[in-house]
């Protein structure tokens, strides 16, 4: 059974960097695809970043390509969410999900497994 924890959020200046970490306790963690999300108030929850199993292929939302890089330590069970760059915009509750499978997964509705989320703010 996977269980995420998220962890890493914070108050941030614009331009800053934070990294969030997500650890999966369930033990199977190399089995499952991964994903980052966010959700700001008053609008849907949105994918930011997605990873394969292996790490081996990645996907970006447009709003964060150049500035963000999902990351994942099978090892530690253990995905990571650089963000650099930080702007007001990306002020949201950031969850990380998770599902089996072997491809990149893009969808809110194709993850199983969901972390409580962390809160990043970032101030102007």
């Known amino acids: 059974q996977v269980q995420l924890v998220e962890s890493g959020g914070g108050l941030v200046q614009a331009g800053g960097s934070l990294r969030l970490s997500c650890a999966d306790s369930?033990?199977?963690?190399?089995?499952?695809?991964m994903g980052w999300f966010r959700q700001a108030p008053g609008k849907e929850r949105d994918i930011v970043a997605a990873?394969?199993?292996?790490?081996?292929?990645?996907s970006y939302a447009d709003a964060v390509k150049g500035r963000f890089t999902i990351s994942r330590d099978n090892a530690k069970n253990t995905v990571y969410l650089q963000m650099n760059s930080l702007k007001p915009e990306d002020t949201a509750v950031y969850y990380c999900?998770?599902?089996?499978?072997?491809?990149?997964?893009?969808?809110?509705?194709?993850?199983?497994?969901w972390g409580q989320g962390t809160q990043v703010t970032v101030s102007s």
């Open positions: 369930g033990g199977t963690f190399r089995n499952y695809a």
């Open positions: 990873i394969t199993w292996s790490g081996g292929s990645t």
């Open positions: 999900a998770a599902r089996r499978g072997y491809n990149l997964y893009l969808g809110r509705t194709d993850y199983n497994y």
